[in-house]
């Protein structure tokens, strides 16, 4: 139990055009989804938090109209880069937390990594 | 506020002997603490949970951590190294705050990479 999923798990895109990453919970209900972004050999940097149903808290530094955030639903999560540049590339990564669980513990999906040429 | 600090950012072990990766923390609250693992281009996988229940956790793959307030830390340990242990590992801190969905962020520590040497 507890799986999250990303999709893409890859993707290329020009310098200037947005991609869109897709954040599910599978077999649980997550009310709140965070989306972290990691470059090479660093660790995982939260971006935002991402509460159903209302919008997402982002944390100091971030462009909320760079990074746009919804979450419609319990199971789903989307992460939009707008006017995407080289220095958005980075491996971006989604963790979900379980409505029930308990104890916040997140469980995180497997990533998407981003190259913007 | 809370922060964590891995103190090494390398560690070499040969196949078969112990293994201890440090980690420190400070917290506002009472904290929960993890340790994940990273293997290369993949996602974050558990090893185990630090909730206020016992000091002594044991987690997936022969891992445990031992949590001492006295000291601030939430060492790593595993009696024998395999060659598929090799990975990143982080140590985690949670703020369990007041509650709310609000609550509960997750800061990572820099990461710790364990090679395994045959």
């Known amino acids: 139990g507890a799986v999250v999923s990303q999709h893409p798990s890859r993707v290329i895109c020009k310098s200037g055009t947005s991609v869109k990453i897709e954040c599910r919970s599978l077999?649980?209900?997550?009310?709140?989804m965070f989306w972290y972004r990691q470059f090479p050999k660093q660790s995982l940097m939260l971006m935002a938090t991402?509460?159903?149903?209302?919008?997402?808290?982002?944390e100091q530094g971030v462009e909320k109209d760079k990074f746009l955030i919804n979450h419609a639903s319990l199971t789903l999560s989307t992460l939009t880069v707008t006017s995407a540049h080289p220095e958005d590339s980075s491996f971006y990564i989604c963790?979900?937390?379980?409505?029930?669980?308990?104890?916040?513990?997140?469980?995180f999906g497997p990533g998407t990594r981003l190259t913007v040429t | 506020a809370q922060s964590v600090t891995q103190l090494d950012s390398h560690v070499s072990v040969s196949e078969g002997t112990p293994v201890l990766l440090r980690c420190n923390y400070s917290?506002?609250?009472?904290?929960?603490l993890f340790w994940y693992v990273q293997h290369p281009n993949k996602g974050l996988q558990l090893l185990l949970k630090?909730?206020?229940?016992?000091?002594l956790v044991k987690g997936i793959n022969g891992f445990e951590a031992e949590f001492k307030k006295s000291e601030t830390s939430f060492h790593l340990t595993k009696p024998s190294a395999h060659m598929s242990d090799a990975a990143e590992y982080f140590c985690?801190?949670?703020?369990?705050?007041?509650?709310?969905?609000?609550?509960?962020?997750?800061?990572f520590g820099q990461g710790t990479i364990l090679t395994v040497h045959p």
């Open positions: 963790s979900a937390r379980d409505l029930y669980g308990g104890g916040y513990e997140q469980y």
């Open positions: 991402s509460n159903e149903g209302s919008k997402a808290t982002y």
């Open positions: 077999d649980f209900q997550a009310t709140t």
């Open positions: 630090y909730t206020s229940a016992a000091t």
């Open positions: 985690v801190v949670s703020d369990q705050g007041a509650g709310g969905t609000s609550y509960g962020k997750l800061t």
């Open positions: 917290s506002s609250y009472s904290p929960s």
